[in-house]
């Protein structure tokens, strides 16, 4: 008897449990329900660069990392195809955000901003020019030395507006146009060989030789050497870092930490240096002997993000004479907390292997999924817990039958059973 009661009573507990659950537990959603976001991410790899296995895993596992900081819970990441890469969000708010951070190449580079820089952009004294056009910096095709391999490839038309670029190659480009043909009367023109053309758009920090009151983007050609032995250009990069973190600078502004690895500190200890010797030496040539005469002839160092100038600090040679040590900077001039917090994020997650465009992004509303997951809900009530509930009655009931059963063979009073009830309730 008492088993019979222990079992009954497991039993209803179990139903109970299983109609709170339900009614209560709070689901996992999927994209279609919770609404997010959807996005393509196809690679195309620079010149020279060859895409392999390795880079899409790798590239998987930056991008995981990514949206782990994100506090994105149960992403799905997937390589499709050979050369693309598919990331689906759930409840992710912040959409456009998201598909930035996932799919920014994060490749940071630290110029020479004065010294690096190619005739193109700057003046006879070395001083920075900015181009507010891009054609400027490139070279026509029938110009281009031969047997030389330029760094990328544009068109342009006869009225001088951009068809199409950059790409790698030139055969990459004609892929691109309609039939595979070039327009008439357009002209092909490249970046030449060992450069590379840096933007800067308009933030707090301005942009190097622009107008702080510019609003266009602007444009620099410097030199690009970065598997060079001897004096690679730029001469430090991402790879040197080993932490970087959101702050707030002397004003609350918001900046990004970098940490150096000791090998990367040394590097930044001679760059810095050899500016903070150059200007000094500019200086005295030029007979400066105030501070502000000084001023004009201090250094810069610029730090680039995705070939973008994100800012460029000074080096004051006569507060830093010998450089400045310690293996860390910062940057600053950013627009807000959250570019800041998203630039130190992907920094942390290190550069993605091979540049990725995005070439499809879902925006999924949650409001798709709202009748589904509402109709749903009602047909869990209706049915299953109705189903769970009978089936539950259903055993109660046969318990109770069998106790009876028990209860009428243990006192010899079998005349309202069968003979089958009596073998069963006699093995019970």
């Known amino acids: 008897m008492r088993r019979y009661l222990l079992i009954l009573a497991a039993l209803v507990g179990a139903i109970v449990g299983v109609v709170v659950l339900g009614f209560f537990r709070s689901p996992t959603l999927g994209l279609d329900l919770q609404g997010g976001l959807e996005v393509v991410l196809e690679a195309r790899p620079q010149k020279g660069q060859e895409l392999t296995s390795q880079d899409l895993d790798r590239s998987v596992e930056i991008i995981r990392d990514r949206v782990d900081k994100l506090g994105v819970s149960e992403p799905e990441i997937r390589e499709q195809g050979n050369n693309q890469i598919a990331v689906a969000l759930a409840g992710v ?79 990459a480009l004609l892929d691109s146009l309609p039939g595979g043909k070039q327009p008439d009367g357009s002209t092909f023109y490249a970046v030449p060989e060992n450069t590379i053309v840096l933007t800067c758009g308009q933030s707090e920090a301005g942009c190097p030789g622009a107008n702080a009151s510019s609003t266009q983007t602007n444009y620099y050609l410097y030199d690009y050497r970065p598997t060079a032995k001897t004096n690679p250009v730029p001469a430090l990069t991402g790879d040197d870092l080993s932490d970087a973190s959101q702050d707030f600078g002397q004003n609350g502004e ?98 993605l292997p091979v540049e990725f465009v ?8 949650p409001t798709l999924g709202e009748d589904s997951l509402r109709e749903a809900r009602a047909a869990l009530g209706t049915t299953t817990k109705v189903e769970t509930v009978n089936r539950a009655l259903a055993e109660v009931a046969a318990l109770a039958a069998r106790r009876r059963d028990l209860r009428r063979l243990r006192s010899g009073d079998l005349s309202a059973l069968g003979d089958e009830q009596v073998y069963h309730a006699a093995w019970r």
Request: aromatic residues 8%; without cysteine.
């Open 254 to 351: 918001p900046v990004v930490l970098l940490d150096f690895t000791n090998e990367g500190g040394k590097k930044f200890h001679d760059i810095t240096r050899e500016l903070a010797v150059r200007g000094a030496q500019e200086a005295n040539l030029a007979g400066a002997t105030s501070d502000e005469e000084k001023n004009v002839f201090n250094q810069s160092f610029a730090i680039v993000l995705d070939h973008e100038i994100r800012s460029f600090p000074v080096i004051d040679f006569t507060e830093n004479p010998d450089g400045i040590a310690g293996g860390n900077a910062q940057i600053t001039g950013l627009d807000s907390l959250d570019e800041a917090k998203d630039l130190a994020l992907v920094l942390q997650t290190g550069a």
């Open 93 to 171: 708010f912040d959409q456009a955000r998201a598909a930035q951070v996932i799919g920014q190449t994060a490749q940071l580079e630290f110029y020479d901003l004065q010294e690096d820089a190619t005739s193109k952009s700057k003046n006879a004294q070395g001083q920075i020019v900015a181009n507010q056009k891009l054609l400027p910096l490139l070279t026509p095709e029938a110009r281009i030395q031969k047997g030389s391999k330029p760094e990328a490839w544009y068109l342009y038309s006869k009225d001088k507006q951009r068809l199409a670029g950059p790409f790698p190659t030139k055969r």
């Open 358 to 365: 995005q070439v499809e992004r879902t925006e999924i509303s």
